[in-house]
């Protein structure tokens, strides 16, 4: 489903993140917009206090956060699996935050009758997002945006989807618990929101390859989580 070393799991998203393909990676551009003062050079001060100094005016300034991870779809017993764990009805909205190709929110369309967006920062990904909608037969009930995650709103979602990072769940934490209504169900393929936030529910099983996988779910309480 909103990019890293390829062993970790979904892509640059939707928010910057993206998954299915959407972790914490911080951009920083250098900012030099100052000359260092002449009389710097005259002042008799200790050479650390001057390297100090010299530091402050040429540190790269950190612009806001965006996710980035590595693009690593949820398989379709994985998806199958998550919309399960989140009990999806017709009447639900689900966002899937990093979104990839689409997977989440179309499945959640064609077999229950969801509503479903995705949120991608990644233009091809929405674009192969929309084109698997059309081809699923669920376009109206589906939409695409290129989104960062970290400043999208997503406020009206009756379930939250995500296959992130650890870290990406992090950041993401307070905006979910900032934005979201309770009784919200947040469903987490493969990471935890922290030791902060416990899953109320932890379901493990193994794919028919194999694999073994986690989901994690948490039903909002209404409780801002930092």
Known sequence: MAECP????????????????HAAEVEARSRFGREWPDAVTTMRIPTLTCCFALSLLLAPSVPALQV????????????????????????????????????IPIAAAKKYGARGVGLDINPDRITESRANAK????EPLVEFREQDVMTADFS???????????????????????????????????????????ADTVDQFKTATGDEITIYLWKFDGKFRP
Do not use: C
């Open 6 to 21: 390829t062993a970790l799991p979904r892509a640059a998203a939707a928010t910057g993140f993206s998954p299915h393909g």
């Open 68 to 103: 980035r991870v590595p693009y690593v779809p949820s398989p379709a017993e994985v998806v199958d699996r998550m919309l399960t764990v989140a009990a999806i009805t017709k009447d639900d909205v689900v966002y899937d935050l990093g979104s990839g190709d689409g997977r």
């Open 135 to 138: 081809a699923a037969g669920v």
């Open 156 to 198: 009206e979602a009756t379930v939250v989807t995500l296959y992130l990072l650890a870290s990406a769940n992090a950041q993401l934490r307070p905006i979910i618990t900032k934005q979201v209504r309770p009784g919200t169900r947040i469903v987490s393929h493969a990471f935890s929101m922290g030791p902060t936030w416990p």
